[in-house]
DNA sequence: TCTTCATTTGAACATTTGTTCATATGTTAA
DNA sequence: TTAACATATGAACAAATGTTCAAATGAAGA
């Protein structure tokens, strides 16, 4: 990274800062975690498994949404192994497979109630 | 909320759940704080504010983008009062705002770093 | 086998989002 | 006042996102 001298205000700082900026492959990770719980939906998905698991249909009426919109979601959560599932015959249940997940929340969760 | 007992699994689980989940409200406050930092570039303005404080010229030049780029996502950061500034003449200084997301911040590192 | 049910998938659509560019503020120094 | 500079703002655009609908899996029971 260049730091061009004639725009660049305060050249130290710059410096000092851009040595703390973690690598950008770090920066995506982190923002794919904060991004998978950015959606009002999908984050009352997850706050509906943080006590225990349910089957894609409880789902959809604890958060009053489709089974189809409740299974994209959750397809999405998958990938991002936020949350795993296990079959049961015909059901699939679903459950919190991340524990730092469960940290986030609860810190937000506190944020929002000061 | 009502139940449908025809198409639901399991009603009690579902009961129990329900009681636990935050209201809307808080669901997207908290949904609303993930999203701020969801963006990649706005988390690298964020971190680049984490030790110090910074002009919007500076972060420009460390986070690669343009001065009006950075602005724009500096107002949302400032609207979602994540970032307060002070000006000193031309300059106007951005700092953190808000203790909670560097602990957000700080967690999410780790969780990527193992 | 056929039917039913739980879940998944794909395409389509409207909405939201981040960046760019041009222009506007607002401050300082000449 | 003027010029120069730091920052902010608005419109426009492409890209990403969440939901809906219809159709496809895949498992259990008749």
């Known amino acids: 990274m260049d730091i061009c001298a004639e725009k660049c205000i305060n ?3 710059v410096r000092e800062t851009v040595k703390t900026i973690p690598q950008q492959e770090d920066i ?7 991004k998978a719980l950015s ?9 509906a498994l943080l006590n ?10 604890i958060c009053d949404q489709t089974d189809s919109a409740i ?15 296990r079959r049961e015959g015909k059901i699939i249940y679903y459950s919190i497979d991340d524990d730092h997940v469960i940290s ?5 969760l506190n944020h929002v109630r000061h």
Request: charged share 25%; net charge positive; hydrophobic share 45%.
């Open 39 to 47: 959606d009002p939906s999908r984050l009352k998905i997850v706050l």
């Open 11 to 13: 050249e130290k700082k």
């Open 28 to 34: 995506s990770q982190m923002a794919d975690i904060f």
């Open 104 to 108: 986030l929340i609860h810190m937000s």
């Open 71 to 85: 299974s994209h979601q959750l397809r999405i959560l998958r990938t991002m192994k936020i949350v795993k599932n």
């Open 52 to 61: 225990q698991e349910h089957c894609v249909c409880d789902i959809a009426v």
